[in-house]
């Protein structure tokens, strides 16, 4: 693990647990993900309709507008989660329409505000990259593809931390679903060295950081030319787990 990727973490760990919460955000948990070398596209907070067209500018067109709150993990599920936002106006609307959904949603959250994201890519592969700790085997690393296939087929695969290049390899390629990331048809290949470069990086951390009881990468976008995490969560151990 990185130095930089392991200050950040201790800190954000301390302020989170300070505030007595052991799920970290998406932007907090790309920051520190980001610092160990693995690509995300980062958000910025906004706190109105005009912060959030001035972010979105900043960012760049198209961008991606998601509800942020603490007590709000599933954003898709309230609604929170806005794709393609093309323009400052659209961005302004976005942002009133995504704080209204969750708000009816989950009437008692309290919403921080909204973040904005560059979009990835159309074309991308969806694939998923988590670690739960097992009391026996310690951090274990799931490898799978996104959406639909994971949830209704539970086609994953599983390798205990730390990964050796060859365990990265290995775990790509045990999944049904690996011939979707070789190509067929019309599709290109994704760039496996670069997932298994986002897999080694999630095994590296995971081992040296025994403050860490969950971590997805849901989704991770697989590209012929690398890979991009658009979503992140870290979960802390809760004190008497460790
Ligand atoms: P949830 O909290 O519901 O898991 P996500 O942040 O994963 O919310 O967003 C839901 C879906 O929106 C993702 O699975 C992905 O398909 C898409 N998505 C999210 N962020 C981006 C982004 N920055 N670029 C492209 N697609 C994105
Ligand atoms: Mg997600």
Redesign the pocket.
């Known amino acids: 693990m990185t130095v930089s990727a392991s200050a950040l973490f201790s800190e954000t760990a301390a302020r989170a647990r300070a505030e007595g919460r052991l799920i970290l955000t998406?932007e907090e948990s790309k920051a520190i993900l980001q610092e160990q070398g693995i690509s995300v596209?980062m958000p910025t907070l906004a706190t109105s309709a005009d912060e959030a067209a001035s972010a979105a500018e900043s960012v760049g067109f198209p961008v991606?507008m998601?509800v942020s709150s603490r007590e709000i993990?599933?954003?898709?599920?309230v609604g929170?989660?806005r794709?393609g936002i093309a323009n400052a106006d659209a961005a302004r609307a976005a942002f009133e329409e995504i704080v209204a959904s969750a708000k009816a949603a989950e009437p008692n959250a309290a919403i921080d505000g909204v973040t904005v994201?560059?979009?990835?890519p159309s074309g991308g592969v969806?694939v998923i990259v988590g670690m739960t700790r097992d009391h026996q085997f310690g951090p274990v690393i799931m490898f799978g593809l996104?959406?639909i296939a994971v949830e209704v087929l539970q086609d994953v695969a599983f390798r205990i931390a730390p990964l050796t290049k060859r365990d990265a390899a290995g775990i790509i390629r045990d999944i049904k679903g690996y011939p979707l990331l070789t190509g067929y048809r019309a599709t290109r290949a994704v760039d496996l060295n670069a997932l298994e470069g986002v897999i080694e990086a999630v095994s590296s951390f995971v081992s040296e950081t025994p403050d860490i009881a969950e971590m997805d990468l849901?989704?991770v976008?697989a590209y012929p030319d690398g890979s991009v995490a658009?979503?992140a969560r870290i979960v802390l151990t809760a004190e008497d787990d460790g």
Not at 73 to 77: A, I, L, N, R, Y
Not at 117 to 120: K, L, N, T
């Open positions: 998406e596209t991606v998601k993990t599933h954003k898709s599920d929170g989660v794709l994201q560059s979009q990835a969806e996104g959406g849901n989704p976008l658009v979503d």
